[in-house]
């Protein structure tokens, strides 16, 4: 079993003092309320950004996406903590973060010159706090549900995980590939329904769209094909600047079963990689994508393409856990953690762009992962784009430091809406 260093002893040791001071802080605040599930209004035809983050919506007057029955809500600013596994509890591991309705807080402590310890606590505004006792169905109704609109209807809908390795990127992600398969089919039915005015049941079952889909991981800068494994694939920019991931393989998706068998086998491949290379897995980001073509718009000739991104995000590491590592480890850090900077700085400079008149450069070039983003968030701009983050924590009182870190590095994605544009 693996031993504790004296500070996290030390912290480990003041268990009651860090709970009775957590407990008193927590005891004038509201539980958070998480909603089962989100409807919101069909959106305007103008650039839309709710309460903050990175959604920058917006639709052409004829976009499918305005009639949809599920329509787009803001993209949350959202946290996922899990909760402690057997093996932390048993370690006498305990949980320093605390949700309320509104901000979560991360719980550490710092000890005064006497040795008397004092709770120092950070706490971070959001939209939805999903706690240990969240379940899959709840994440998902917030995020990952709120984007099949939008790429139905012909935008790029994004969701991305983020935080340290083990912090349950991978859980949550998978659940979101799940529940999404389930989903998509049926949306893409109700749709067809709603703007027939027809019963359901006389809708085929791929409601006049092809579904196409790909799974490909990202480690360093080789990408390597996770549907025709081990197939490495180059990633190529045109003349135009468009970018292609050569030779990726795409399947053709017949079904809701269809769909998970292959969004299952690319996670499979990743999960035996783990074991059989060194936990690749959590240094490289593994990015589904869903293409969606609306094969009316196509029969005029009309081609209306749309994209549903699920990325898996590289664990973020700090510095100090990566120079335990070999000096090759602690390279692929750096450019971890740069991909991620970068990724950052494109979603921020996007959302900035559509809403200022001004140029706004949104530095795609500076890694490999936002190359390929490049097309998820360089379309005309009357396409739909929204983007979420879910950033994940790992609870454990010991890990206060770098869930403060992963939630630096998301909050601010946060976009203020200049009031301007809001009343437009
Ligand atoms: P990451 O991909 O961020 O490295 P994982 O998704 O592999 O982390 O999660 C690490 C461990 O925690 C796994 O054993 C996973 O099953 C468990 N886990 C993660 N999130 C949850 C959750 N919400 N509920 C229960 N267990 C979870
Ligand atoms: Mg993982």
Excluded at 31 to 60: F, G, K, L, M
Excluded at 300 to 325: K, N, V
Excluded at 363 to 391: G, H, M, Q
Excluded at 403 to 411: A, D, E, I, K, M
Aim: hydrophobic share 40%; net charge neutral.
């Amino acid at each position: 079993m693996l031993k504790f260093s004296v500070a996290d002893e030390k912290l480990l040791s003041n268990r009651s003092f860090i709970e009775a001071e957590v407990a008193k802080l927590n005891a004038n605040k509201t539980p958070a309320t998480v909603p089962q599930s989100v409807t919101a209004n069909a959106p305007q035809d103008t650039a839309e950004t709710d309460r903050d983050v990175v959604v920058c919506v917006r639709y052409a007057s004829t976009s499918f996406a305005a009639n949809l029955l599920l329509t787009a809500d803001a993209s949350p600013f959202t946290l996922r903590a899990r909760p402690l596994l057997q093996h932390e509890l048993d370690r006498g591991l305990f949980s320093a973060v605390s949700t309320s309705e509104s901000s979560v807080s991360l719980h550490s402590l710092e000890f005064k010159l006497n040795g008397t310890p004092k709770l120092t606590t950070k706490a971070f505004p959001l939209d939805y706090a999903f706690g240990p006792e969240s379940t899959n169905e709840q994440v998902y109704n917030c995020t990952a549900r709120t984007l099949i609109p939008i790429a139905l209807g012909g935008g790029v809908g994004s969701l991305f995980a983020s935080g340290q390795t083990g912090s349950g990127k991978t859980h949550t992600m998978t659940a979101m590939e799940h529940l999404i398969a389930r989903d998509l089919f049926q949306v893409a039915r109700e749709y067809r329904a709603k703007q027939d005015s027809v019963d359901i049941s006389t809708v085929s079952e791929s409601a006049d769209f092809e579904f196409h889909a790909s799974f490909f991981e990202l480690l360093g800068n080789k990408a390597t094909d996770l549907l025709n494994y081990p197939n490495e694939l180059t990633i190529l920019e045109d003349v135009q600047g468009q970018v292609q991931v050569k030779d990726l393989a795409e399947q053709k998706i017949t079904s809701p079963s269809h769909l998970l068998a292959v969004l299952t086998e690319g996670a499979t491949r990743r999960k035996t990689q783990e074991t059989m290379k060194n936990s690749t897995s959590s240094r490289s980001h593994a990015i589904c994508r869903i293409r969606i073509r609306n094969m009316r718009f196509s029969a005029d000739g009309d081609d209306s393409e749309g994209l549903l991104y699920l990325l898996d995000l590289a664990g973020s590491e700090d510095s100090a856990d990566s120079r335990a590592h070999s000096k090759e480890r602690h390279a692929e850090s750096i450019l971890i953690n740069k991909s991620l900077a970068t990724l950052k700085e494109c979603i921020r400079n996007r959302a900035l762009a559509v809403l200022s008149t001004k140029h706004v450069h949104i530095p795609y070039r500076n890694s490999k992962l936002t190359v390929l983003l490049k097309s998820a968030f360089e379309l005309s701009s009357n396409v739909a784009c929204k983007t979420v983050v879910v950033a994940t924590l790992n609870p454990s009182v010991l890990d206060t430091a770098h869930s403060v870190n992963t939630l630096r590095y998301v909050s601010p994605l946060k976009v203020e809406v200049p009031a301007a544009t809001e009343a437009n």
